[in-house]
C-alpha cells in the first residue's frame, strides 16, 4: 500500500489492519491520535479477535516509521471506524459485503443495482449530507450508500473481496494466514 493510500484511509476514519512477517496483526487508526499528533495502533497480536480489542491502546507511528512498516506489512483490511474527514470526490472505494445491511440501518433503499455494485471498485460522485452519492460503473447514475458501506481502495491496483477479505494483485500466490 502507499503511504498516501494509507493516510487518505486514516484521515477518512478508516482502521487499517496489517499483518507482518512474523503473522502478527496490527491495526492502525480508528482511536485518533496520540500526543505527538501520530495515528494511534493495537501493537502487534497473533489473532485478529486480540488486535481489534485493542484498537488504539498503543502510541502511534512517525510518518516516518509508517513508511519503513509499509515496505514489510501485508494489507489485509480496512474498515469504516471513526468519522474523519470526508471522502474526496473521484475517490476509489470498494463496496463492502456488509453495504445492505448499512444502508437499512441508515434509511437508505436498496436494489438490484446496488446489489450488483458489491465486491466492485466504484467511485465516490460527491458527499450528500450524511451519505455519499457514489457512481455506478457505467457513471450515468449514482447511488447513495452510508459511509460504512464502503472502504477507500487500497492504491489503484486490481482488487476484488473474497469472504470480507479484500485481496490485491500483490497478495495473489503468497499464502496469508488468517487466524
Same mark, same amino acid.
Given at each position: 500500500?502507499? $503511504?498516501?493510500?494509507?493516510?487518505?484511509?486514516?484521515?477518512?476514519?478508516?482502521?487499517?489492519?496489517?499483518?507482518? &512477517?512474523?503473522?502478527? @496483526?496490527?491495526?492502525?487508526?480508528?482511536? !485518533?491520535? +496520540?500526543?505527538? !499528533?501520530? @495515528?494511534? /495502533?493495537?501493537?502487534?497480536?497473533?489473532?485478529?479477535?486480540?488486535?481489534?480489542?485493542?484498537? !488504539?491502546?498503543?502510541?502511534? @507511528? *512517525?510518518?516516518?516509521? %509508517?513508511?519503513?512498516? %509499509?515496505?514489510?506489512?501485508?494489507?489485509? /483490511?480496512?474498515?469504516?471506524?471513526?468519522?474523519?474527514?470526508?471522502? =474526496? /470526490?473521484?475517490?476509489?472505494?470498494?463496496?463492502?459485503?456488509?453495504?445492505?445491511?448499512?444502508?437499512?440501518? $441508515? #434509511?437508505?433503499?436498496?436494489?438490484? @443495482?446496488?446489489?450488483?455494485?458489491? #465486491? !466492485? *471498485?466504484?467511485?465516490?460522485?460527491?458527499?450528500?449530507?450524511?451519505? $455519499?452519492?457514489?457512481?455506478?460503473? /457505467?457513471?450515468?447514475?449514482?447511488? $447513495?450508500? =452510508?459511509? *460504512?458501506?464502503?472502504?477507500?481502495?487500497?492504491? &489503484? &491496483?486490481?482488487?476484488?473481496?473474497?469472504?470480507?477479505?479484500?485481496?490485491?494483485? +500483490?497478495?495473489?500466490?503468497?499464502?496469508?494466514?488468517?487466524?
Amino acid at each position: 500500500m502507499k $503511504y498516501e493510500t494509507l493516510m487518505l484511509k486514516l484521515n477518512s476514519g478508516e482502521c487499517v489492519c496489517f499483518q507482518n &512477517e512474523n503473522w502478527n @496483526y496490527r491495526i492502525i487508526g480508528g482511536a !485518533g491520535k +496520540d500526543s505527538n !499528533g501520530n @495515528y494511534r /495502533d493495537s501493537g502487534a497480536r497473533s489473532t485478529l479477535e486480540q488486535t481489534k480489542k485493542l484498537i !488504539g491502546c498503543f502510541n502511534g @507511528y *512517525t510518518q516516518e516509521e %509508517l513508511k519503513e512498516g %509499509l515496505k514489510e506489512w501485508t494489507y489485509i /483490511d480496512s474498515w469504516a471506524h471513526a468519522y474523519g474527514d470526508v471522502v =474526496p /470526490d473521484g475517490t476509489k472505494v470498494l463496496i463492502k459485503d456488509n453495504a445492505k445491511e448499512e444502508c437499512k440501518k $441508515y #434509511g437508505l433503499d436498496w436494489n438490484e @443495482y446496488k446489489q450488483k455494485m458489491v #465486491g !466492485g *471498485t466504484v467511485e465516490i460522485s460527491c458527499k450528500s449530507g450524511s451519505d $455519499y452519492s457514489i457512481w455506478k460503473k /457505467d457513471k450515468i447514475s449514482c447511488w $447513495y450508500f =452510508p459511509r *460504512t458501506a464502503f472502504v477507500i481502495t487500497p492504491d &489503484e &491496483e486490481k482488487i476484488s473481496a473474497h469472504n470480507g477479505m479484500i485481496i490485491t494483485e +500483490d497478495m495473489v500466490g503468497k499464502q496469508i494466514v488468517v487466524k
